[in-house]
């Protein structure tokens, strides 16, 4: 450990107001945050601080020009009181794709990493052990300066905090297909995990919820012809020889869960093939009884299953078999993150109490 970080315990801890087993996806947040401050080209002041609110004042930039990003990912601990990661550099690679993006400074491995170990440490009687359970992460940096004319802020705060969650969707989904609004469009920041992309997905997702959806599947801003993402997750087809995902683009976030599905899959001698999928041959496949079964995958997602499309008014049932695959890689994935099969990919990361000083 070689971050100086300044740390400040709660008095008091408010883990009795936990109740593990009903918890409610996003509502009560551990004890503490990390938090430090880029100014003069650096970052600085690194914290651990009682979790609160933050001052700020009404010219902030990130509320004006929404330079604003965020990562998702999730700490485990398993029957042996191990706690783990999932592929946490993977989620600062892509932060540091989003800054760069976003005309933001990039984060060092050491500071992501120790912020996040040392929150994770100080806050681990948090992370709740039942199956389907963990402490989601939420890293995010956004623009701090006072100004009010349109530029790249100097400055910017990165924080991180913590919230014990349980699945975030409890029931297969019904999603309606888009037809008329766009997420994100070819050159734009539908790769970034920043804010706007979120608020932008708002009005058709209330849309298509008014109408009984659950959420929209994203089209292709230009022809609404090529299947997406929906917004929360990547998105999966499972034919009866192939599996299909929407290939990377940018308009479409590279999900780390994506990806991990991805390489199990074919680890498994599966055929996984990222390519443009169009919504004629998602229809095809569901007329001609190909399409045996259709999930979603992300952080919050986990892996969830599709029970219903629709495109142009028109439902389509998805037939699940009674072998899912996406019960069969979300069991595969769990057992790995428990440390209960081998790790052939390298992508746990265990945090040990001597790696973290406080
Ligand atoms: C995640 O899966 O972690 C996300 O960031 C999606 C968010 C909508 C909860």
């Known amino acids: 450990m070689s971050?100086?970080?300044?740390t400040n315990l709660v008095e008091e801890s408010r883990i009795s107001s936990f109740?593990?087993?009903?918890?409610?996806?996003?509502?009560?947040?551990?004890?503490?945050?990390?938090?430090?401050?880029?100014?003069?080209?650096?970052?600085?002041?690194?914290?651990?601080?009682?979790?609160?609110?933050?001052?700020?004042?009404?010219?902030?930039?990130?509320?004006?020009?929404?330079?604003?990003?965020?990562?998702?990912?999730?700490?485990?601990?398993?029957?042996?009181?191990?706690?783990?990661?999932?592929?946490?550099?993977?989620?600062l690679a892509r932060m540091n794709r989003s800054?760069?993006?976003?005309?933001?400074?990039?984060?060092?491995?050491?500071?992501?990493?120790?912020?996040?170990?040392?929150?994770?440490?100080?806050?681990?009687?948090?992370?709740?052990?039942?199956?389907?359970?963990?402490?989601?992460?939420?890293?995010?940096?956004?623009?701090?300066?006072?100004?009010?004319?349109?530029?790249?802020?100097?400055?910017?705060?990165?924080?991180?905090?913590?919230c014990p969650v349980s699945a975030y969707y409890s029931n297969p989904l019904k999603v309606r297909i888009e037809e008329k609004y766009t997420r994100a469009s070819k050159g734009g920041v539908g790769a970034a995990k920043c804010a706007g992309n979120y608020a932008a997905s708002m009005y058709p997702t209330r849309l298509a919820q008014k109408d009984g959806f659950d959420q929209v599947l994203w089209t292709d801003g230009e022809h609404h012809q090529y299947l997406e993402e929906?917004?929360?997750?990547n998105i999966f087809i499972v034919t009866k020889n192939t599996i299909y995902t929407p290939e990377l683009n940018d308009s479409l976030l590279a999900g780390i869960t994506r990806d991990s599905i991805i390489k199990l899959l074919r680890a498994n001698g599966k055929e996984v093939i990222e390519k443009k999928v169009s919504v004629e041959e998602l229809i095809n496949w569901h007329k001609s009884g190909e399409l045996t079964e259709m999930f979603v995958s992300g952080t919050?997602?986990?892996?969830?299953?599709?029970?219903?499309f629709s495109y142009m008014g028109m439902s389509y049932q998805v037939n699940h078999t009674e072998n899912l695959l996406s019960a069969e890689i979300l069991r595969e994935v769990r057992a790995m993150r428990a440390l209960q099969i081998p790790d052939k990919f390298g992508w746990v990361s265990v945090i040990s109490e001597s790696e973290v000083s406080i």
């Open 230 to 233: 929906t917004g929360t997750s």
């Open 19 to 91: 109740d593990p087993d009903n918890i409610v996806f996003g509502q009560l947040f551990s004890d503490h945050m990390f938090s430090c401050d880029y100014a003069n080209g650096q970052w600085q002041n690194f914290r651990i601080d009682p979790f609160g609110k933050i001052p700020i004042s009404p010219t902030l930039s990130a509320l004006h020009y929404g330079q604003s990003i965020f990562e998702g990912m999730k700490a485990f601990k398993n029957t042996d009181g191990i706690v783990t990661l999932f592929r946490p550099l993977d989620n």
């Open 300 to 308: 919050a997602a986990t892996v969830t299953n599709i029970q219903l």
């Open 99 to 162: 800054a760069d993006r976003m005309c933001m400074p990039e984060l060092t491995e050491e500071i992501f990493m120790e912020g996040l170990k040392a929150l994770v440490m100080i806050d681990k009687d948090w992370i709740p052990t039942k199956l389907g359970s963990a402490l989601y992460l939420r890293p995010f940096m956004f623009a701090m300066d006072d100004y009010l004319g349109v530029k790249p802020s100097e400055t910017y705060k990165f924080m991180i905090y913590g």
């Open 3 to 6: 971050l100086k970080i300044t």
